[in-house]
């Protein structure tokens, strides 16, 4: 039986500059969605590529004393390289100046012309070289396009249009029909204003050669090159060889495409009104996503806050990158890049959360079943409990992406990663084992680790790479091909017995800024005895991921290589005592603290600070009379949990 088949596309980038922030951000999600619903069984495929023709290219070429073939074919490359750095992968790559999309726009052209829906004529009007398109004095503000904030040039000259007006009924109603055709729903609100106003105009789609040469010849009059839009807007349907190909027979129905909202209206009513010209089956969906901003202002190369994304790979990695910004935007809503909010997505998401999660439960499955996924046991309440949590998460995640809500559809994934980590606590496999009930303890870590594989797969889309190697730390691998992931909501229990387990996990080491070894203290302090600068409120939610443990200093001595840290071996009630390394020598012997008991936080993921490793951290307190660590009022048993 086949598969049902899913084909989506980016914009075809304009490579007259290097790509940046917005030709990221629209590549991975095409790229994630692709992945997503080729996990649902879909026969999925992504296309992508460069215009490379109009104005705006002939001009810089111009300013850089090369020819436009040459600036393109310097150019272009770039595009295909950062899709290999974003580990997006195109199955289609179309360059408009490829001799087959040459060949297949002048077809197009001669069939709507044919049909009687391209005239020549005269016209004036306002003429962006930014946008490659004319303006009307309604549509300007303030005299200036409302993209480039410069005033355009006034152009009369004769020229090839569209009758692009003839359809402005018609496409009105298919939107009204159609709700889904246009989302998010303010985009379709905008298109449908520009046709309710009664003045779509019909499209200019050629340049006389007089002002410009670079462009596709049309094919009933060679002293004309053909409009960059109608020109760029048929890559999306030429590689799939229209009109006979089998992909085009494949592929191109409920075909979608993702784009920025300063593209819209070539989308939203210049597209679907050439392809019901030309007879074609129109798209499902066009799905609008805002911009990113970089200090609350749009990118711009005079501003100097343009975002390399090849800078945020180096520093950070790829798939940390692709987490970011399919978390950090609201789909169809502009959203603002920090380097700062990356840091701190990374450390609150990946390295306390999942990064924490990975790294627990491996190691105690390292510790207590001998780096083996122990046998299945019969689930109790606990066990359903948290198993239902993750149908349901799952479901959610499912539903939530296949309507491009991403954010949602990964906080519904982060709310199960945060629960599988409560779960850990209140299960204590610790205590578990020190009573002697394997069998229930093994039931615990079972569960966790047939949960956390379904996690994984749900990742994939998005951070297919970390996915890859969090399986490849249960043991397990991807099959995309047959994968599907509607099944995992609803089966559980089946992780294998007897699977080699990797014995630690540290993906996500968390991000600090030029700290050294001073887990004990959150800042310097300017002066002794001043009160730290009161800290921003937090929700109780987040305070209950944080677990305190009483524990008991076994030993205690100087870092080999640092006078500032002690390194501690603690009892917090487990098998194995914890490693835990502290910048607090400056105000204690070693001798002096063997026996003491502390309040650790015990669920920080693992740091090696300067190559010793620290499984969690102190508490202390500082005032003008020195530094104390904070214990408990009376002595507990080591793991006492401090609420």
């Given at each position: 039986?086949?598969?049902?088949?899913?084909?989506?596309?980016?914009?075809?980038f304009?490579?007259?500059?290097?790509?940046?922030?917005?030709h990221?951000f629209t590549?991975?999600v095409a790229?994630s969605?692709?992945r997503?619903?080729?996990?649902m069984?879909?026969?999925?495929?992504m296309?992508?590529?460069?215009d490379?023709?109009?104005?705006k290219?002939?001009?810089?070429?111009?300013k850089?004393?090369?020819t436009?073939?040459?600036l393109?074919d310097?150019?272009?490359?770039k595009?295909?390289?950062?899709?290999?750095?974003?580990?997006?992968g195109?199955?289609?790559?179309?360059?408009?100046?490829d001799p087959?999309?040459?060949?297949?726009?002048?077809?197009?052209?001669?069939?709507?012309?044919?049909?009687?829906?391209?005239?020549?004529?005269?016209?004036?009007?306002?003429?962006?070289?930014?946008?490659?398109?004319?303006?009307?004095?309604?549509e300007?503000?303030?005299?200036?396009?409302?993209?480039?904030?410069?005033?355009?040039?006034?152009i009369?000259?004769?020229n090839?249009f569209?009758?692009?007006?003839?359809?402005?009924?018609?496409?009105?109603?298919?939107?009204?029909?159609?709700?889904?055709?246009?989302?998010?729903?303010?985009y379709?609100?905008e298109?449908?204003?520009i046709?309710?106003s009664?003045?779509l105009?019909?499209?200019?789609?050629?340049?006389p050669?007089?002002?410009?040469?670079?462009g596709?010849?049309?094919?009933?009059?060679?002293d004309?090159?053909?409009?960059v839009?109608?020109?760029?807007l048929l890559?999306y349907?030429?590689?799939?060889?229209?009109?006979?190909?089998?992909?085009?027979?494949?592929y191109?129905?409920?075909?979608?495409?993702?784009?920025?909202?300063?593209?819209?209206?070539?989308?939203?009513i210049?597209?679907p009104?050439?392809?019901?010209?030309?007879?074609?089956?129109?798209y499902?969906?066009?799905?609008v996503?805002?911009y990113?901003?970089?200090?609350?202002?749009?990118m711009s190369k005079?501003?100097?806050n343009v975002?390399?994304?090849?800078d945020?790979?180096?520093?950070y990695?790829?798939?940390?990158?692709?987490?970011f910004?399919?978390?950090d935007?609201?789909?169809?809503?502009?959203?603002?890049f920090s380097?700062?909010?990356?840091?701190g997505?990374?450390n609150?998401?990946?390295?306390?959360?999942?990064g924490?999660?990975?790294?627990?439960?491996l190691?105690m499955?390292?510790?207590?079943f001998d780096?083996?996924?122990?046998?299945?046991?019969a689930?109790?309440?606990?066990?359903?409990q948290?198993?239902?949590?993750?149908?349901?998460?799952f479901r959610?995640?499912?539903?939530?992406?296949?309507?491009?809500?991403?954010?949602?559809?990964?906080?519904?994934?982060?709310e199960?990663?945060?629960?599988?980590?409560?779960?850990?606590?209140a299960?204590?496999?610790?205590a578990l084992?020190?009573?002697g009930?394997t069998?229930?303890?093994?039931?615990?870590?079972?569960t966790?680790?047939d949960i956390?594989?379904?996690?994984?797969?749900?990742?994939?889309?998005?951070?297919?790479?970390?996915?890859e190697?969090?399986?490849?730390?249960?043991?397990?691998?991807?099959?995309?091909?047959?994968t599907?992931l509607?099944?995992?909501?609803d089966?559980f229990?089946?992780?294998?017995a007897g699977?080699?387990?990797?014995?630690?996990?540290n993906?996500?080491?968390?991000?600090?800024?030029?700290?050294?070894?001073?887990?004990a203290?959150?800042?310097?302090?300017?002066?002794?005895?001043?009160?730290d600068?009161?800290?921003?409120p937090?929700e109780?939610?987040?305070?209950?991921?944080?677990?305190l443990?009483?524990g008991?200093i076994l030993?205690?001595?100087?870092?080999?290589?640092?006078?500032?840290?002690?390194?501690?071996?603690?009892?917090?009630g487990?098998e194995t005592?914890?490693?835990i390394?502290s910048?607090?020598a400056?105000?204690?012997?070693?001798?002096d603290?063997?026996?003491?008991?502390v309040?650790?936080?015990?669920?920080?993921?693992?740091?090696?600070i300067?190559?010793?490793e620290?499984?969690?951290?102190?508490?202390?307190a500082?005032d003008?009379?020195g530094?104390?660590?904070?214990?408990?009022?009376g002595?507990?048993?080591p793991?006492?949990?401090?609420?």
């Amino acid at each position: 039986m086949s598969k049902s088949t899913f084909y989506v596309t980016t914009p075809i980038f304009y490579p007259n500059a290097k790509p940046h922030l917005g030709h990221s951000f629209t590549s991975i999600v095409a790229d994630s969605i692709t992945r997503f619903q080729r996990l649902m069984g879909m026969d999925s495929m992504m296309l992508t590529g460069t215009d490379e023709h109009g104005d705006k290219l002939a001009q810089t070429a111009a300013k850089e004393g090369v020819t436009p073939q040459e600036l393109v074919d310097a150019n272009s490359p770039k595009f295909r390289q950062l899709m290999d750095k974003l580990s997006v992968g195109p199955h289609r790559f179309v360059r408009s100046t490829d001799p087959h999309h040459t060949a297949k726009v002048r077809d197009f052209l001669q069939l709507v012309y044919d049909k009687g829906d391209i005239y020549f004529g005269e016209y004036g009007g306002h003429y962006c070289t930014g946008c490659e398109r004319f303006y009307t004095e309604k549509e300007l503000e303030n005299g200036l396009c409302p993209q480039h904030l410069k005033a355009p040039e006034y152009i009369s000259e004769k020229n090839y249009f569209f009758r692009m007006s003839k359809y402005a009924d018609w496409l009105r109603q298919h939107i009204l029909d159609n709700p889904d055709f246009i989302q998010p729903e303010q985009y379709r609100k905008e298109v449908l204003a520009i046709l309710d106003s009664g003045e779509l105009e019909d499209l200019c789609i050629s340049r006389p050669k007089t002002r410009l040469t670079w462009g596709i010849d049309l094919p009933f009059d060679k002293d004309y090159v053909c409009y960059v839009w109608f020109d760029a807007l048929l890559c999306y349907l030429t590689p799939l060889n229209w009109p006979d190909g089998e992909e085009y027979k494949k592929y191109w129905p409920g075909h979608q495409h993702i784009i920025g909202k300063d593209i819209l209206k070539p989308h939203g009513i210049f597209w679907p009104t050439m392809l019901k010209s030309a007879g074609l089956e129109l798209y499902r969906r066009v799905n609008v996503h805002g911009y990113w901003l970089v200090r609350d202002t749009k990118m711009s190369k005079s501003l100097g806050n343009v975002v390399d994304p090849l800078d945020m790979i180096d520093t950070y990695g790829v798939d940390v990158f692709r987490y970011f910004l399919m978390r950090d935007m609201t789909f169809g809503q502009d959203a603002s890049f920090s380097e700062e909010g990356l840091v701190g997505r990374f450390n609150s998401d990946l390295a306390n959360d999942l990064g924490n999660l990975f790294s627990r439960v491996l190691s105690m499955a390292a510790r207590y079943f001998d780096g083996q996924s122990p046998a299945v046991g019969a689930p109790g309440e606990a066990e359903k409990q948290i198993q239902a949590l993750a149908a349901n998460s799952f479901r959610n995640f499912q539903s939530l992406f296949d309507k491009f809500r991403f954010s949602n559809g990964l906080e519904a994934l982060w709310e199960l990663v945060r629960a599988l980590n409560k779960y850990v606590d209140a299960s204590a496999p610790w205590a578990l084992h020190r009573e002697g009930k394997t069998r229930e303890l093994g039931t615990v870590i079972h569960t966790l680790l047939d949960i956390m594989r379904k996690v994984a797969l749900h990742l994939w889309p998005v951070m297919p790479g970390t996915a890859e190697k969090l399986l490849a730390q249960l043991g397990q691998t991807i099959d995309p091909d047959n994968t599907n992931l509607a099944d995992e909501a609803d089966t559980f229990g089946l992780f294998p017995a007897g699977v080699r387990l990797a014995s630690s996990s540290n993906l996500f080491p968390r991000i600090e800024e030029n700290k050294e070894a001073q887990p004990a203290r959150n800042a310097k302090k300017e002066k002794a005895g001043t009160p730290d600068k009161k800290a921003d409120p937090i929700e109780f939610a987040d305070f209950e991921k944080i677990d305190l443990r009483v524990g008991t200093i076994l030993s205690a001595e100087k870092h080999p290589d640092a006078d500032k840290i002690l390194c501690f071996k603690v009892d917090l009630g487990e098998e194995t005592p914890r490693s835990i390394v502290s910048g607090i020598a400056q105000y204690f012997a070693p001798a002096d603290l063997q026996g003491k008991q502390v309040i650790v936080v015990a669920n920080l993921p693992c740091r090696r600070i300067r190559n010793v490793e620290s499984q969690g951290m102190l508490l202390t307190a500082e005032d003008e009379t020195g530094l104390t660590l904070v214990a408990p009022d009376g002595h507990k048993a080591p793991g006492t949990r401090i609420y």
